[in-house]
């Protein structure tokens, strides 16, 4: 039996690009719903600093995580945000 894996992405906006790092966001979760093994993939906003953006993520699986990091979504998304934010992830899974 395959484990689930969480995943949180922090997405700082850098000053002057929210909108276009959110835009790009949203586009990019429509896609990734699509993808196999995707059980979440929701964006949150920072209620005390705006700039920065939350995605929670659960995939069936660490394979499942893996084809979407290679994914073409991804790849967009990595492309429209250069320059534009800075990102830190955590991969998480349960503790027995």
Do not use: F
Request: aromatic share 2%; proline share 5%.
């Amino acid at each position: 039996m395959t484990q689930p894996i969480a995943v949180v992405a922090t997405i700082t906006a850098h000053p002057g690009h929210r909108q276009a790092v959110i835009d790009a966001l949203r586009t990019a979760v429509a896609a990734v719903r699509l993808e196999p093994g995707c059980e979440q993939y929701v964006l949150h906003e920072d209620v005390d600093q705006p700039n920065r953006l939350i995605m929670i993520e659960r995939w069936s699986s660490m394979a499942d995580l893996e084809a979407h990091e290679q994914g073409a979504a991804l790849e967009t998304l990595g492309r429209a945000l250069k320059d534009r934010a800075d990102l830190q992830v955590s991969k998480l899974i349960p503790v027995n």
